[in-house]
């Protein structure tokens, strides 16, 4: 166990002496550089790191920045096979993808994922196993838990998503999500399906939350960054940048700005709590 603890002191003070180097200059320190960097993965992450790539590629346009999507398994992978630079995740690396890839990790932010219904759906609170019996189906009708006579409607993630991952794990507890879910993309999509459909229930990242959606109380916990912060909800995860082996260049300068003082805001902004 110290020899473990000895070992994470180690890599903390590594991640922290790269980001003090690679931070210290903000958006100067991009001055005089040129070249590509290509992001992919996590889809909670995107709002950051767009928002990220504008302000770089606006003070020096020599630097080509894309972004996208997939699921943190898909950012996992890509990094892993050098298809990307940046991989990103919203959970950790596994044991057997380092293995594989020899990956290192670097979060930037702390997110909740929350339970999701229509914006205009009655049900204003709902229990850890009401929502589990829910994606169950062993719940079926909303009427079972507060709401009005309907068919509940499921809308899920696939299994490459850090998003389901998490909710999946800390919430339904590893439980059986019924084969009728509709399975849809991205964040932004699960957004969109639920706030379309009166009946649907689903699960984004907090930092999408907005008024087309409504997130039900948990356990009588109000779903919101602070509460996932303060550690009373507890539905969340870090959110991860990727790179294979050690970054370096342009790379290593894009990750020390997200990690930077310069950046907080828009981590912020975007709904999520810095990790710095």
Excluded at 7 to 15: E, K, P
Excluded at 75 to 88: A, H, P, R, T
Excluded at 234 to 244: A, C, E
Aim: hydrophobic letters at 40%; proline letters at 4%; charged letters at 20%.
């Amino acid at each position: 166990m110290k020899k473990r603890m000895q070992i994470a002191a180690m890599l903390l003070a590594g991640v922290l002496c790269f980001c003090g180097a690679a931070m210290a200059d903000g958006l100067d320190a991009f001055k005089g550089k040129s070249g590509t960097i290509e992001i992919a993965g996590g889809t909670a992450h995107i709002p950051v790191m767009k928002e990220a790539a504008k302000r770089i590629m606006t003070a020096n346009p020599d630097i080509r920045i894309t972004v996208a999507g997939g699921g943190s398994g898909v950012g996992i992978q890509k990094v892993g096979e050098s298809l990307v630079d940046i991989g990103n995740s919203g959970r950790p690396v596994s044991e057997a993808e380092n293995a594989k890839y020899g990956l290192v990790s670097f979060p930037f932010a702390v997110d909740g994922v929350a339970t999701v219904v229509a914006a205009d759906n009655p049900v204003e609170e709902l229990t850890a196993e009401q929502i589990r019996k829910i994606f169950a189906g062993e719940i079926t009708n909303w009427k079972d838990v507060g709401g009005k006579d309907a068919a509940i409607h499921l809308y899920t993630r696939d299994e490459a998503s850090g998003t389901r991952a998490v909710y999946w794990k800390k919430l339904l507890k590893k439980g059986a999500i019924a084969p009728s879910a509709n399975v849809v993309a991205s964040n932004g999509a699960m957004k969109s399906a639920v706030s379309r459909d009166p009946d649907a229930i689903g699960y984004v990242s907090i930092g999408h939350l907005d008024k087309t959606v409504k997130a039900p109380k948990l356990d009588g916990i109000v779903v919101t960054q602070e509460t996932a912060k303060d550690g009373s909800y507890p539905v969340v995860r870090k959110l991860y940048m990727n790179t294979k082996g050690e970054p370096s260049g342009i790379v290593k300068l894009f990750i020390g700005y997200v990690m930077g003082p310069d950046c907080v805001d828009a981590i912020i902004d975007s709904g999520y709590i810095p990790t710095h």
